[in-house]
Each structure stands twice: as structure tokens, then as C-alpha cells.
């Protein structure tokens, strides 16, 4: 069981930066799957990067959308899981989910992942 709770969310203007961490309660974090998705107003939730757990490596999948833009990290020994964002656009507006899966694997579907944070809003004005 992994409680998550994400942080660093905010307001930054177009092409800045913003800096999200998610902190993770429980045991064997470096073993799980870490992800982040996003959800804008009127739209599915998105994923947009995995880093799989430390048994398979800690191998990292992007979305399209953010590759080039977008930096996950972990640091397993505090249960951390960062997110790191740059050249922001409005389109980036939404609100920013941590999740784990049980797997270790950086699975890119939302049900693949068990465990979720409740989200930490990103504005970005034009």
C-alpha cells in the first residue's frame, strides 16, 4: 500500500518552469512503478511520463507531448518522485496526478497504475 501526495503546483507564465514532487508513504517505494498523468478541464486524463522501479532498472517512458520538455526522477531513499517541466505552454494546464503501480514496470496506461495522489494544479498564462 503506497499513500501519495503531490506538491509544487501553481501559476507560471508561458515558457517557464515548474518543479512537481510527489512523496510516497509505504513500503518498497523503489520497487513500483511511478508515473505522472494530467487532466485539463473537459478532457481524459493523460499520461505523460513512467520510471519504472529499481529491480527493473529505473528505465523512463514519455509522452510525445512533453519528451524534450518534461524530467522524471526518483530518489528511492526518500520516497520521492520529481517532475520536472520547462518551456511551459497553456495547453500544459491541468491538474498533475503522482501514481504507482505494483508492477515495477513504467506502464503508460492509467490502469495499470493502483495507487494515486490527488493532484496538484498547473496553471500557465499566455
Known amino acids: 500500500q503506497l499513500q501519495l501526495v503531490e506538491s509544487g503546483g501553481g501559476l507560471v507564465q508561458t515558457g517557464g518552469s515548474l518543479r512537481l514532487s510527489c512523496a510516497a508513504s509505504?513500503?518498497?517505494?523503489?520497487?513500483?512503478?511511478m508515473a505522472w498523468f494530467r487532466q485539463a478541464p473537459g478532457k481524459e486524463r493523460e499520461f505523460l511520463v513512467a520510471?519504472?522501479?529499481?529491480?527493473?532498472?529505473?528505465?523512463?517512458n514519455y509522452a510525445d507531448s512533453v519528451k524534450g520538455r518534461f524530467t522524471i526522477s526518483r530518489d528511492n531513499a526518500k520516497s520521492t518522485v520529481d517532475l520536472q517541466m520547462s518551456s511551459l505552454k497553456p495547453e500544459d494546464t491541468a491538474v498533475y496526478y503522482c501514481?504507482?503501480?505494483?508492477?515495477?514496470?513504467?506502464?503508460?496506461?492509467?490502469?495499470?497504475?493502483?495507487?494515486w495522489g490527488q493532484g496538484t494544479q498547473v496553471t500557465v498564462s499566455s
Open positions: 501514481a504507482a503501480t505494483t508492477s515495477g514496470i513504467a506502464e503508460t496506461t492509467q490502469r495499470s497504475y493502483t495507487f
Open positions: 509505504g513500503r518498497s517505494f523503489s520497487a513500483h512503478g
Open positions: 520510471i519504472a522501479g529499481r529491480w527493473i532498472g529505473g528505465s523512463t
